[in-house]
């Protein structure tokens, strides 16, 4: 087990929220990830919401995913040549607070991403539309939307914390 | 040649995220235990330049390098559900250890165990999709 060289949390932030100023001034549009996902089924659904003209155009969401993981494929070539490969690791953390069992493990990732994908729909937004994005545009719907996001990630972790102590 | 605009922004995002630790799955589960402050001074490192940034844009009444056209800033309004989507949301972010935004980063490092959480991710969206569908077609 690996990991990229962590810069420190306020140098690779700035870079973050500096990155976001550039995509707006750049593009003229507001950064965001989890929309892209609608983008994605809209390939493949014939459902209204997915066939709206935001979802059938708007492809540069897709292609702004993709290099996000080419980035990620980056990262780790650049830190640490010849050392990237696949792996099922999770690190410590997680190790504690979730189920050995490889199956049981990938089963409740699932349900936490399902409730991640549908909660940022009906949230209007993710990590990086309403939090990175959103709260520098002072909009308030971002700012209260993040703080739940906070709430909900401290509840679940603190009370599987608890219940794995049991 | 556009596309290749935003391929390049997101590779730089995914590189950044990275370098972060918000790719680092510990990270995570730290931030809500209140452990480790790493993930904590990212976001409000990044709003704080942000802001600024921002602030900046709107003064000089900045254009869209690609468009020319003068960059608008609308704001998102609340919908209907967003509390319980918002604490749905946060759940799933404390419980994956990932967001939908670094979980590609993660995958392009390798760290297949994120692939479920994608999944995850994609079923949710569609499960959205459905319901709204619903909505919006009336009886179907």
Request: glycine share 16%; proline share 3%.
């Amino acid at each position: 087990m690996y990991d990229i060289i962590i810069w420190p949390g306020w140098l690779a932030g700035a870079g973050i929220g500096l990155l976001m100023v550039a995509f707006y001034w750049i593009t003229g549009k507001q950064m965001g990830v989890s929309r892209g996902y609608c983008n994605l089924w809209a390939y493949v659904s014939k459902l209204p919401f997915f066939q709206q003209k935001e979802y059938t155009g708007n492809i540069w969401r897709v292609w702004f995913i993709l290099g996000i993981t080419l980035g990620g494929f980056l990262s780790t070539v650049i830190a640490h040549p010849g050392e990237w490969h696949l792996h099922f690791d999770m690190g410590q953390a997680y190790d504690a607070l979730l189920p050995n069992n490889v199956w049981l493990r990938m089963l409740i990732l699932f349900g936490g991403g399902l409730i991640m994908g549908l909660g940022a729909r009906f949230a209007g937004g993710c990590t990086s539309g309403h939090v990175i994005a959103g709260i520098p545009m002072l909009n308030l719907s971002s700012l209260l939307s993040g703080m739940l996001f906070f709430v909900g990630g401290l509840f679940a972790v603190q009370l599987t914390v608890r219940v794995v102590s049991l | 040649m556009n596309n290749i605009v935003f391929l390049v922004l997101g590779t730089v995002f995914g590189l950044l995220l990275s370098l972060a630790g918000a790719t680092t799955f510990d990270f995570y589960a730290q931030l809500f235990l209140l452990e480790n402050p790493q993930l904590a001074r990212v976001i409000f490192t990044a709003v704080v330049v942000g802001t600024v940034g921002i602030w900046l844009m709107k003064r000089v009444h900045a254009r869209s390098v690609m468009t020319g056209e003068p960059i608008s800033f609308e704001k998102k309004g609340l919908q209907r559900g967003w509390v319980i989507g918002a604490l749905m949301f946060g759940a799933g972010w404390g419980i994956t250890g990932s967001c939908p935004g670094s979980a590609p980063a993660m995958l392009g490092e390798g760290k297949l165990i994120v692939i479920p959480s994608l999944l995850g991710v994609m079923v949710g969206t569609y499960l959205y999709g459905w319901i709204e569908s619903r909505r919006i077609g009336g009886c179907k």
